[in-house]
């Protein structure tokens, strides 16, 4: 009872917000904004994920382009404030919204009211367990983790001892990265796996974690380490450095940092999962799905392994000329749309 | 000698035994964890390991130390964790694109540790709101100020001279262990020795009677919240040199890890009472549990839990023996 008063007190306060501001229409399925054919689009996501904001212009980038406005809200990690965005949005009356789900099994009532409202809901960069939903881009995880094994695997010559670094337990990115991962590793006997524990995603914890290990196993029996993300991966890569040691890694991600460290040759390769392409990506189904001309609504992100071969073209794209880069996002998103091959960066 | 306490009976030694165990009990507590580290893996006891351990305790040291001073007074610093990532983030914003000023690194850390502790410890100097709340919005609006520092974004690529700071090597130790090192004992002697450190206990242990004999309470409890963003300021350096970044969640939690070395070094957490050495002891036997753990290839949950017990056994056990010899 008082948590919904609560609640309508802060709904009452963000449309109050929301009308002086002159955003989105009113009431109807239709808001005042598609009068002059503008699309409204409704985005809740976790804002402080690099994954987001190293997408996020980009994405605004794409919605410019394509004249569409963009209301961005952050649950901050907390999946009932996640609902409460998406009931605000569906009673704001916006043209579509764009989920990147907190948790996948705990928003089917929304998607649900979403659906009744006439409002295309998708799902984007995050697992979102409901058959209501109107499209999802959802990046292979279990491949990026199938491909990062298979790398270490060929690395170190099908043989040998590996340590494992995993996001927290139980989140769908560490679970569905250790499935790719365990994928392998089952049609690989000769491959040890000596630990495999988390690290959460972060640095301090993976570097910490990877000192223990060489101490536990001796830094020589360590053939080769895979990490679930470039953040572990870096951390272990400190870790290596610490002792003098010189050992394999791969992670996932593409970060900055990680790209570099391919190009050092301090890190075999890491999937790189590009924000500035999948974000914008998920915006364009979206627009596709509420004009009614989508083809593929659900949509499979398969992101590319990178190695010191091909670094470059990606350091040049989200390093040293990202600007000249998402310039060009619009044009080259909507063409993977067309084309199938999502995930492409060649402009 | 006997016939001049004819009525206090001498304990018998099953009796004084006890109570060494009871007094002693964290010190026991460690030897017996180190032995079935020690016994259990053939690793546990070399030099490498010990680095780890210690490079390990590093950040959480110098946190546990403000965290001591904080507590002694009866308040608690929750902010220290955002000021670990705040501290990371505005030092790598300035060194990015400065490989120049990277010697200034430490000072910038300070100075934002020094910063957000002033805030808070005004604040609670000056009675306005308890140390609990000042310090939750501290932690709260630094974590904010933290992600609007780098928009959101780590902040990475930073010039090869910042890793140094953290990374290089004195004698076989790095900055990061020699600084806990001289911190521990320059602030066990400060907290013994000198007149700022009695104020410290009398502000916690008794704050009318303080005021009473003389002691200005608020500079002390302004000092102490100044002092814990400080050494929260250092740590968020010296780790973000370690990481080569400025991560806006870099620290998270960390504050709780640095209450439970207080609190499982027999700190009470009504203040007055507890000691650096009780937090060194503390803090080691977190950091050896972690490493330990690890070693065993025991689940990191596991670990939290056992984390968890630990702290229960030591407060109670505290509790007891105090009970016990105010009887």
């Given at each position: 009872m008082a948590r919904k008063t609560r609640f309508?007190?802060?709904?009452?306060?963000?449309?109050?917000?929301?009308?002086?501001?002159?955003?989105?229409?009113?009431?109807?399925?239709?808001?005042?904004?598609?009068?002059?054919?503008?699309?409204?689009?409704?985005?809740?996501?976790?804002?402080?994920?690099?994954?987001?904001?190293?997408?996020?212009?980009?994405?605004?980038?794409?919605?410019?382009?394509?004249?569409?406005?963009?209301?961005?809200?952050?649950?901050?990690?907390?999946?009932?404030?996640?609902?409460?965005?998406?009931?605000?949005?569906?009673?704001?009356?916006?043209?579509?919204?764009?989920?990147?789900?907190?948790?996948?099994?705990?928003?089917?009532?929304?998607?649900?009211?979403?659906?009744?409202?006439?409002?295309?809901?998708?799902?984007?960069?995050?697992?979102?367990?409901?058959?209501?939903?109107?499209?999802?881009?959802?990046?292979?995880?279990?491949?990026?983790?199938?491909?990062?094994?298979?790398?270490?695997?060929?690395?170190?010559?099908?043989?040998?001892?590996?340590?494992?670094?995993?996001?927290?337990?139980?989140?769908?990115?560490?679970?569905?990265?250790?499935?790719?991962?365990?994928?392998?590793?089952?049609?690989?006997?000769?491959?040890?796996?000596?630990?495999?524990?988390?690290?959460?995603?972060?640095?301090?914890?993976?570097?910490?974690?990877?000192?223990?290990?060489?101490?536990?196993?001796?830094?020589?029996?360590?053939?080769?380490?895979?990490?679930?993300?470039?953040?572990?991966?870096?951390?272990?890569?400190?870790?290596?450095?610490?002792?003098?040691?010189?050992?394999?890694?791969?992670?996932?991600?593409?970060?900055?940092?990680?790209?570099?460290?391919?190009?050092?040759?301090?890190?075999?390769?890491?999937?790189?999962?590009?924000?500035?392409?999948?974000?914008?990506?998920?915006?364009?189904?979206?627009?596709?799905?509420?004009?009614?001309?989508?083809?593929?609504?659900?949509?499979?992100?398969?992101?590319?392994?990178?190695?010191?071969?091909?670094?470059?073209?990606?350091?040049?794209?989200?390093?040293?000329?990202?600007?000249?880069?998402?310039?060009?996002v619009p044009e080259i998103v909507d063409r993977n749309l067309k084309s199938g091959d999502y995930s492409s960066e060649v402009e | 000698m006997t016939s001049l306490t004819p009525t206090t009976e001498r304990p018998s030694v099953l009796a004084r035994i006890r109570e060494f165990v009871i007094r002693r009990a964290m010190v026991l507590m460690m030897v017996v964890v180190i032995l079935v580290f020690g016994l259990s893996n053939d690793n546990f006891f070399t030099v490498g390991n010990l680095q780890a351990v210690l490079i390990a305790a590093a950040p959480f040291a110098l946190i546990a130390i403000g965290q001591t001073l904080v507590i002694l007074t009866g308040g608690i610093d929750l902010s220290v964790g955002s000021v670990i990532a705040l501290s990371s983030m505005v030092t790598a914003f300035v060194v990015k694109d400065h490989p120049e000023l990277v010697w200034l690194a430490p000072v910038v850390g300070i100075a934002v540790g020094f910063v957000t502790g002033s805030v808070a410890g005004l604040l609670v100097a000056r009675d306005l709101v308890p140390p609990f709340i000042a310090t939750l919005a501290m932690l709260t609006a630094a974590s904010g100020l933290a992600y609007v520092v780098g928009n959101g974004s780590p902040i990475s690529g930073l010039p090869s001279e910042y890793q140094l700071i953290a990374n290089f090597s004195v004698l076989g130790l790095r900055p990061p262990v020699l600084i806990m090192i001289v911190g521990l004992v320059v602030f066990s002697i400060i907290m013994a020795r000198t007149t700022f450190g009695l104020r410290i206990y009398a502000v916690g242990g008794n704050p009318q009677a303080s005021r009473i004999s003389g002691v200005r309470n608020a500079p002390i409890l302004y000092s102490v919240y100044a002092i814990s963003g400080m050494l929260a300021g250092l740590s968020g350096v010296l780790l973000s040199s370690r990481v080569a970044s400025g991560l806006p969640n870099l620290g998270q939690g960390y504050e709780l890890d640095a209450i439970a070395a207080v609190v499982i070094g027999g700190a009470s957490l009504f203040g007055g009472r507890g000691t650096m050495w009780g937090t060194a002891l503390g803090l080691l036997l977190i950091q050896t549990l972690n490493n330990g753990l690890d070693l065993l290839g025991v689940p990191a949950y596991w670990q939290s839990i056992i984390k968890g017990a630990l702290i229960v056994i030591a407060v109670s056990l505290d509790v007891w023996a105090s009970r016990r010899s105010n009887r």
């Open positions: 309508a007190a802060i709904a009452f306060a963000a449309s109050v917000a929301v009308a002086l501001a002159g955003c989105a229409g009113g009431g109807g399925g239709d808001g005042e904004a598609a009068d002059d054919g503008q699309l409204t689009i409704g985005l809740t996501v976790n804002d402080t994920t690099s994954f987001v904001n190293e997408g996020k212009e980009a994405l605004q980038a794409y919605a410019d382009a394509n004249d569409i406005k963009l209301i961005i809200n952050d649950p901050k990690g907390d999946v009932t404030v996640q609902a409460s965005q998406i009931e605000q949005f569906i009673r704001q009356g916006v043209d579509g919204i764009m989920v990147i789900a907190v948790q996948p099994d705990a928003l089917n009532a929304q998607v649900l009211e979403a659906k009744d409202a006439g409002i295309p809901l998708l799902n984007v960069n995050s697992a979102l367990n409901s058959p209501d939903v109107a499209g999802s881009v959802e990046p292979d995880d279990v491949a990026a983790g199938a491909a990062i094994a298979q790398a270490m695997i060929d690395e170190i010559g099908g043989k040998g001892n590996v340590v494992i670094l995993e996001g927290p337990f139980g989140n769908s990115g560490q679970m569905l990265r250790k499935e790719g991962i365990d994928s392998v590793l089952a049609k690989n006997p000769d491959i040890k796996v000596l630990a495999s524990d988390t690290a959460n995603w972060a640095r301090d914890e993976a570097a910490n974690k990877m000192a223990n290990w060489i101490t536990a196993f001796g830094g020589d029996q360590i053939d080769g380490i895979i990490a679930e993300n470039d953040d572990m991966a870096l951390g272990a890569l400190q870790a290596i450095k610490e002792q003098n040691l010189t050992i394999p890694i791969v992670g996932i991600d593409g970060l900055q940092d990680g790209l570099r460290a391919i190009q050092n040759g301090e890190f075999i390769g890491t999937v790189l999962q590009n924000g500035s392409i999948e974000l914008p990506l998920g915006l364009a189904l979206t627009k596709a799905v509420i004009e009614g001309t989508a083809t593929e609504t659900k949509i499979a992100f398969k992101m590319p392994y990178v190695t010191a071969d091909d670094v470059d073209l990606y350091i040049d794209h989200l390093v040293d000329n990202k600007p000249a880069f998402i310039e060009k | -």
